[in-house]
């Protein structure tokens, strides 16, 4: 028995006090907010409460993970994942119009999402295995990483997806050094492609883009998600409607109110004093990353740590604003408020690689 | 290459890190900022906005149709009410094949082929997202059914309605009409006076008759409920509610006993009459046989027995008393005398020597008298009892066309009454001008000849007649004929009267009316034309016949065979006032092929005039006048 304990505290000292009071004051928002939204559904609830010990546990297992052994991880599990994304090109199940799943016999699965952990994993192994002699046509040899699963997904096609894991292994590049002449190069080119691109877009892409400039052009098709989620938020006000009080959210003008949406219910219930506060937690989050990255002794770390913050937040950003319209419809949850699991696992398994690079500095020192 | 120490070169990558890691730090700074500014605008510059579009999401206004006000009759019998009922609705939209579902409505329940064309007709004038009624009146069990098998027949629906019933019968048809459903016509109508709001919820308007004329009081107001709706639009609770006020009850002048007796009174002939209060202008019966049903019309009429009434020869949906126009005849006599003796052309002891015939000067064409040996020695009162022509003729011609309409004109003729019913028709009172400006030809003398007899160009309605007969009752004051008497509030119950409307007074001197009234007793006295139709009354009449020919409503050429002796016999009128020392009641009756006056039209005069001075009903129609007063 004290064994068992003594095992017990070891395995939680390896948890970041600062990041564990903010990613449980996140699930605990999030937890009312998914029963106002779900209608008080015990369903829902308990559904939610599952996902979250699930999830808990999985960051407290990576937590006690060493850096070093997690970025042995990074090339099977990137090799793997453009393997089934090669797999869905040819194979996938086709939903809604685009190739993204691949049935594995037991369950359906999109390979897309491992690649948002395996790419950042694989580029950190990789640059951290060269760091003595880092050269040019190392950043190039990670474009090339970065860009085999990104043309991939995008064929699928899947725009939001693609863009997240390109910003994924962007964020990585960058901390790693790229050189800013490359940077800027870079985006005058891509600014001067965009009338190209464009053309290149999915008529259901494009059509979304232009949604979102004019919601009101189509006001009962996907205009109509962006005009209710913008009427909740507006309507919320200063200070809300109060829990459980959000008329919007009640009367399901809200659509996808406990996923993608559920920031809508928010700003609703809770006012422009709930985002600010919401947002203050993100940041919060953002900030400790970037001090455990700072702080980090390895490049795989630092990397790791940095790209895994900035990350989060970018999904943050893209949530929400995409729920109050300056953003286009992407399905893309926000992190740790909405309801569903593989959200959840795969945002605290990236934070339990954060606690694990910043508790294990003194032991990898060497 | 680097000649750096592998150490130094870690501090510069580690200062390199920092710098990007704080460039990150600013790019998520921005972001957050974007957000956070979206936030702004959104609930607080903004949020006035989105508070009310978010409230217009879940409020919805929910009409609520008032209830109709009920029509009176002057004892307060019912004419017009309303009855609660479950009908039978199809919505095209919402239906999967309308054919296969009405195929199986036919199944669970009767559904006649009229219902059936009704249906058809209602559909083809509705819009897709309309209801439209396929059976009305349901039994307990048809609803039970039609419950019980809902499941399988989307876009049919069971619905508690209101609906109108006339108890009254066909011969009230033509005074109270009827409703019908709002149509695009009436919609239009509605929306351009500004009342369209007031109709959400309603589902019915009235078409023609006292429905139509009084629709803004019978109306009422359209009350709303303020609901709580979700996003598929369900209710959820109710957050206010306005209610409708109903509309007010109206009570007639009109007794619908002696509306009854004489509309039995006509026994099988065609024709109109009305009876007015000569001193309020109060319509106490108003006949047009034949009448019609019109509790047809409520709930839409099938094509078929709508054609059947509005091809049929009598013409059933024809108000006589107010559409029918005929030559007045003989009973324009009265008024010409009075005329003569206005203008000073005639003084009452002026005697002709009348020997059938009359010509004009330098002419020898002859009119005749209706009598061919003449009437002898004529004076004013003997002209109105006899129906003297020539003395007409020869008060006409010293009269003249232009100072005959203008005296004739001051009585009404040639001009709406006023009567608070729509269609009415305002007749002709023929002039010089008039002739020029409708067929560009002078007047000729020969016109005027006729015209003194109410023959030519002279048109008339029953219901001007009457308000003729009732400025000779009342001594020339001009009132507007009315139906409704007073209307009942709905909150109140406090029945508050209608004034009548007087258009005028014509200065008349008493020794000249009394002439004319005079003239009109010894119509009714014996020796008079119509002297048979007063025998035995215990109160005095005075009256005028006359005869029409068959102008006004074109029907001629549809008579069958087996009419056809009827058919050409002339239209018989008469106008009359009882009792003569204090008139209350002046009839117009008008008697389609009646022949004469004195033969058709004055015995159903005597019969309204009996009941309504007397009670006294014609004796084999006891039980059938109380059944209508239920």
Redesign the interface.
Known sequence: MPRTSHWIVRRLSHLDGILLTLVVALLGISLAVVASASGQSPARISGHLVNIGLALTVMVVMANVPPHILSKFGPPLYVAGVVMLVGVALFGEIRNGSRRWLNLGFMAFQPSELLKLALPLMLAWYFQRNE?ILRLKHFAAGGAMLLVPFLLILRQPDLGTALMIGASGF?LL??A?LPWKIIFGGAALGAASLPVAWGFLHDYQQRRVLTLLDPTADPLGDGYHII?S?????????FGKGWMEG??NQ???IPERTTDFIFAVF?EEF??VG??FL?GL??AI??RG?VI??RAPT?FG?LMA?TL??NL??Y??VN??MV???LPVVGVPLPLMSYGGTALVTLLLGVGILMSVATHRQLNKT | MSLAT?LK?LDR?LA???G??K???A???L??A???G???H???M??E???Q???S??ISLVPAAPNRGLILDRNGHILAENYSAYTLELTRAQTHDLEATLTEVGKLIEITPGQLRRFRRLLSESHEFETVPLKSKLTDEEVAILAANRYRLPGVEVKARLFRNYQAGPGMAHVVGFIGRINDRDLKSLRETGREENYRGSVHIGKTGLEQSYETLLHGRTGFDQM?????GRA?RMLSRIPPVPGKDLRLYLDADLQAVAEHAFGDYLGGLVALDPNTGGVLALVSKPGFDPNLFVDGIDPETWKSLNESPERPMVNRVLRGIYPPGSTIKPLMALAGLELGVRKPSDSIVDPGYFSLPNSRHRFRDWKREGHGVVDLRRSISQSCDIYYYRLAVDMGIDRMHDYLAQFGLGEKTGIDLEGESSGLLPSREWKQRRWKKPWYPGETVIAGIGQGYHLTTPLQLATVAAMLANGGKRVEPRLVQAARDPLTHIWQPLPGVVRGQVAIAPEHLEVVRQGMMDVMRPGGTAAASAAGAPYTIAGKTGTAQIVGIKQGARYDASRLARQHRDHALFIAYAPTENPRIVVAVMVENGGSGSGTAAPIARAVFDYYLTGKRPGDMQLEANSAAD
Not at chain 1, 230 to 238: E, N, V
Not at chain 2, 228 to 232: G, H, M, Q, R
């Open positions: 003595a964020y960058f901390f050094g209710q913008t009427i909740a938020i507006g309507s919320g006000g200063l008329t919007q009367l399901d003008f700003g006012g422009y985002v600010i947002v993100y940041l953002v900030a970037l990255a700072a490049l630092r940095a913050s900035l937040f970018t943050v950003f929400m604003g109050s319209g300056i | 592998p070169n990558e390199r890190f920092h990007r890691l460039v990150g730090a790019f998520v700074a972001l957050a974007a957000l956070l979206r936030g702004f959104l609930q607080i903004q949020h906005h989105y508070i579009r978010a409230e999401n879940r709580e709706t979700d996003a598929s959820v």
